[in-house]
């Protein structure tokens, strides 16, 4: 018996609903065509949690990347290039963010809790900036003084700007599943290179991850012992070898695309629709960018 | 089977090739192979295989010796030409599933052979169906199992519509059942096959003639039924018989 937070098909339900093999109409963003017969239903998985995030069926998911893409950016331009946010400002694009994604059926707190990656970056710079201040005096007795007004500010603006965005750009990557990211940013003529950097990326960030994952488990396995300098040189080792085993990886990639007629231009076969609803959701958002900016 | 009419597949003569290091790989390979045949290239590893199949689509030049697809000279200007009618299907599915998603990754080849949008969607969606895998096709390549990724892989080649089929191991890490749709995934398919492995089984099942290479020699060539049955020669090349011969040899 599954519990009541679950579908019956033993899925938690909210965050992915997901087509099986014998349900009568798809509810998926997948087209399948038939399935193996002799395969379980979910012989596949949806990578990390995160990725499978991409899949959910919404109104925010159902819009056009080129859309997506435009509004988050100019809300990021908006956020970055405005005066430091007033607590009002703060509080209604927090609250605008908050509300677009429990329109994409997104779960909150998770995204929420993601976008704090970026606090540690964003801190250590931030952490200079009351030292600075309205003179620019770097004297550490500045965080007292009245010239370190400026600086709280300015850290404040560094912090609350940085998270903003975080929150922003997770919001798209959360609604938007790769290829159509990559299409849609190869539409608004991204240059290419950037794009195919970033595809390989995301393919190859798993196998990576996977390689790293084994290795340390054999670190674990037989240099349980050691001390912590010499796991830390070990770590170094592992690094290296990281970077060898990818380069070779690369150049067999590199190998199997020429062996496909590879000519030096990926091509793409995503289609996309620029339809209303995109048009008047870009719009919203170009809005509501500008007036951030404005007000 | 070569008459004047019908140019051999594969025709490779006198080739050589050593790595930057110094070290010979490849000494002096002969190797014919007629339309329609199905070889199976054995030996130990180190042996050259891999690197044997490199030059058949021209990935790697041989320092010395002449490459021949169905007639034509393997050169810088017939290369491509070449590459959309020898498929190469690599070891690791993980480093010729590159692209986003399954569908993609098969239309890749087929859209650098220059066809038009229909036309490559036809053929993915042939591709996968001969595979088996015609479900996956938006899901990116990395969540299938390696199985799955493998028939993938064969699918990216499949796609071009290759005369020649040229293989590094399909078998390789397969769990039994996978090993067996692909053993019979293999079987349907009319191309020239050429399969590097050291799955003895899958070669006794698959192929009808043996080339055996050890130290970047052709030490054996023959018809499967002689050379997979000899066990010294085997033997002494790091091999050993299929399963089911010796099988059938322990019944005696």
Known sequence: MT???????????????????????????????HTERDAPAHEHTHGTGFHALTYICSPIHELDPRAKIA??????IAVVVGPPPRAEEFGALVALLVAIALLARLPVLRVLKRSTLVIPFAGTIALFAPLQGDAGSL?????????????????????????????????????????????GMARLHMPRIIIMLLSFIFRYA?????????????????GYALSRWRTLKLYGHLAGNMFIRSYERGERVYASMLARGYTGVLPTTEHLSFTLTDVLATTTMLLAAFALLLY | MDNAAHDPAIALQGIEYAYPDGTRALVGINLSIAPGERVALLGPNGAGKSTLILHINGIVRASVGTAAIQGTQLTDATVRDIRSRVGLVFQDPDDQLFMTTVYDDVAFGAQNMGLDRDEVDRRVHEALHAVGLADTASRPGQHLSFGQKKRIALATVLAMSPEVLVLDEPTSNLDPRAKRKMVSLLESLDSTLV????????AWTLCERAVVIDGGRVVADGPAKKIMTDEDLLDTHGLELPPSVRASRDLR
């Open chain 1, 139 to 183: 004297n550490v007795t500045g965080f007292a003084t009245a010239y370190a007004g400026g600086g709280w500010i300015a850290a404040w603006a560094i912090l609350s700007k940085a998270w903003l965005s975080a929150f922003t750009m997770l919001i798209l990557a959360a609604t938007t599943p790769p290829p159509q990211l990559f299409e």
């Open chain 1, 206 to 222: 798993d196998v990576l991850r996977a390689q790293i994952v084994s290795m340390r488990r054999a670190i674990a396995s037989r």
């Open chain 1, 3 to 33: 519990p009541a937070s679950h579908d019956k098909h033993g899925s938690p339900q909210g965050v992915h609903r997901h087509v099986h093999a014998h349900d009568a109409e798809p509810k998926h963003r997948h087209p399948h065509h």
């Open chain 1, 71 to 76: 509004s988050a950016l100019a809300i990021v």
């Open chain 2, 195 to 202: 399969v590097a492995t050291h799955d003895m089984e899958l």
